[in-house]
């Protein structure tokens, strides 16, 4: 994330070479959403200190990769562009990334998993996500629809699939 592994799809659901080939982004990028949005509830609900460190590991896993290849191919795409409301979403979203990447850190470090404190941070983890990826639905998502077509949109879709796969996860 950056973000992380929480909007990369599980590794069952992962778009097909065939499939980024005429994908517009936001769709890939809504399906990542969802995916994220889920685990980070089951997190938020389990109690059980081992289910929680395996969701933990799965969500950075879909997280980072996801924020680092959003940032440049969607982020980096707005920030280029001369609309300052566009900048300030680009900005925004960066900012809110970096912010979700010292939450996922914080909570790596908390022992146990199952403890009140793991329960409080990942909370906040989940609220975290869960606001910018309303805010990035509605101002990034409408930059992306005003300034580049159907065309630009599915080639972002095929750079940010190529984007992710070279992302390491920390």
């Given at each position: 994330?950056?973000?992380?592994?929480?909007?990369?799809?599980l590794d069952s659901k992962r778009?097909?070479?065939?499939?980024?080939q005429d994908t517009d982004i936001?769709?890939?990028?809504?399906?990542?959403?969802?995916?994220?949005?889920?685990?980070?509830?089951?997190?938020?609900?389990?109690?059980?200190?081992?289910?929680?460190?395996?969701?933990?590991?799965?969500?950075?896993?879909?997280?980072?990769?996801?924020?680092?290849?959003?940032?440049?191919?969607?982020?980096?795409?707005?920030?280029?562009?001369?609309?300052?409301?566009?900048?300030?979403?680009?900005?925004?979203?960066?900012?809110?990334?970096?912010?979700?990447?010292?939450?996922?850190?914080?909570?790596?470090?908390?022992?146990?998993?199952?403890?009140?404190?793991?329960?409080?941070?990942?909370?906040?983890?989940?609220?975290?996500?869960?606001?910018?990826?309303?805010?990035?639905?509605?101002?990034?998502?409408?930059?992306?629809?005003?300034?580049?077509?159907?065309?630009?949109?599915?080639?972002?879709?095929?750079?940010?699939?190529?984007?992710?796969?070279?992302?390491?996860?920390?």
């Amino acid at each position: 994330m950056a973000i992380l592994d929480v909007f990369a799809p599980l590794d069952s659901k992962r778009i097909a070479p065939a499939e980024a080939q005429d994908t517009d982004i936001l769709d890939t990028l809504k399906k990542e959403h969802d995916e994220v949005k889920e685990m980070l509830g089951k997190l938020v609900k389990s109690e059980k200190a081992a289910e929680r460190n395996a969701l933990l590991k799965k969500i950075k896993a879909a997280l980072v990769p996801h924020v680092r290849a959003e940032e440049k191919i969607v982020y980096d795409a707005i920030l280029a562009l001369k609309e300052k409301d566009a900048k300030i979403d680009g900005n925004e979203g960066y900012f809110e990334h970096k912010h979700a990447d010292m939450a996922l850190k914080t909570l790596e470090s908390i022992t146990p998993a199952s403890s009140p404190e793991y329960t409080a941070a990942a909370k906040v983890l989940k609220e975290l996500i869960e606001h910018h990826v309303k805010e990035e639905e509605s101002n990034v998502w409408s930059d992306v629809r005003k300034h580049f077509d159907k065309d630009d949109r599915i080639e972002m879709n095929r750079k940010f699939t190529a984007a992710k796969k070279k992302v390491r996860v920390p």
